[in-house]
């Protein structure tokens, strides 16, 4: 079957999708997110560089009508790379090539603007969505087109600071974010530390946590913090870096013996996972469905990381049906991410990344969705509500 069209827009209304929170998350306010909390002077204001753009939505429509849907983030410059170069380039081509359409889409990428950044995020848009049209005409799930279940169902943990709200949820394992970056020198480490320690005491010995470390991203600190936190037996630190930072990813993993690490989210392709693998930088690999080039270039990192004997651990990979599929579908991928974007006593569902039709945790685990593709639930009309 022919694609007849392609299109992405912004997400203008994501209400069409599900309703706002009725309460902030713990996100809100936090410097969890703020990529300038290296510099004192930006300790704190976090909530001055929020992303200024919306969500994507592509739309992928084969001849016979049946349509695909694919999603990402940075509407802006996102859309006009589906739209204006990706999009008139596989029209007419076959809908279930998506190898060969990966192929060329990153290779003109590649070759003109770099695979990189805003590229790989168009291409998981329409990857996504050539994945999900593929699954709708054949009238199967997107997991069992990639290999079938690989696991009975998805061990989730919860990423957020709600200790309490995601151990009466029933979570197995928690993500802390880390709440001080490298702009406030020894108090943030303490600080840290304190955190950590807390939680630890809480949660008891046997129980799973990790620790992301996204504001951190200075190699010095984050080997320090390293060090101050091996007591508390944390699973794996993650995204300790820039992640084009790739001269200090081997410096920190020999000055750090014995701690698991784990990077990857901010990878786009499945070049840096090949030379991650080569130089063995980290344990565990967390692409992103959305962003690092879809189902296709995930299932190239997941053969990669299963020749190295590397784990996956998809980001927020229970955050939306895609990544649910892929954390099913793959062996090496043993937790599945819930990053809980709600307040405690709020209704999962209308958390970050929820479309009508995904599953949700319950007790802590996951089975997604066996209706045809991804199994969203909205038509086009909802569709075109929301853009």
């Given amino acids: 079957m022919k694609i007849r069209s392609v299109r992405a827009a912004a997400i203008r209304d994501f209400t069409a999708f599900k309703k706002p929170a009725a309460a902030p998350a713990w996100i809100v306010g936090s410097d969890g997110g703020n990529p300038l909390s290296r510099y004192r002077e930006f300790v704190g204001k976090g909530s001055r560089y929020p992303d200024p753009w919306p969500d994507c939505v592509c739309i992928v429509t084969g001849e016979n009508g ?19 170069c990706f999009g008139p380039m596989i029209t007419g081509e076959s809908a279930f090539a998506t190898e060969r359409l990966w192929n060329m889409m990153s290779r003109v990428a590649s070759a003109r603007f770099g695979l990189g950044g805003v590229a790989a995020y168009a291409l998981s848009a329409v990857d996504l969505a050539l994945w999900d049209l593929k699954g709708k005409v054949l009238g199967r799930p997107v997991y069992e087109l990639v290999g079938g279940p690989a696991h009975d169902q998805i061990h989730c943990y919860a990423t957020g600071f709600d200790i309490d709200w995601y151990l009466e949820l029933g979570f197995e394992a928690i993500k802390l974010p880390t709440p001080h970056g490298a702009g406030e020198s020894t108090a943030a480490l303490e600080a840290n530390e304190a955190v950590v320690a807390g939680v630890r005491e809480k949660v008891g010995p046997a129980f799973d946590l990790m620790m992301d ?36 990813y081997p410096e920190v993993r020999r000055r750090l013996p014995g701690q698991t690490l784990a990077a990857g989210e901010r990878w786009y392709g ?83 990344r929820n479309v009508p039709g995904m599953a949700l945790p319950e007790r802590g685990k996951l089975v997604p969705s066996d209706a045809p593709g991804f199994g969203i639930e909205l038509t086009l009309g909802m569709i075109e509500s929301a853009l």
Avoid at 215 to 222: E, G, K, L, R, T
Avoid at 271 to 285: K, L, Q, S, Y
Wanted: aromatic share 14%; with cysteine.
């Fill in 66 to 84: 049946t349509f695909g849907m694919g999603m990402t983030a940075h509407s802006g410059p996102v859309a006009p790379i589906v739209n204006e």
């Fill in 270 to 352: 499945d070049r840096p996972f090949a030379h991650a693998a080569a130089e063995r930088w980290v344990d565990i690999f967390q692409p992103d469905v959305l962003w690092v080039g879809g189902v296709t270039a995930s299932l190239k990192v997941a053969h990669i990381a299963d020749a190295a004997g590397i784990e996956i651990a998809m980001h927020a990979g229970c955050n939306d049906p895609y990544g649910q599929h892929l954390c099913y579908a793959l062996p090496g991928n043993r937790w599945g991410e819930y990053f809980v974007g709600t307040a405690p006593g709020e209704s999962l569902a209308d958390g970050y």
């Fill in 213 to 248: 470390f996204w504001p951190v991203s200075d190699p010095a600190f984050a080997i320090e913090l390293g060090h101050r936190l091996r007591p508390y037996d944390l699973r794996w630190l993650e995204d300790f870096l820039y992640p084009d930072d790739f001269l200090a």
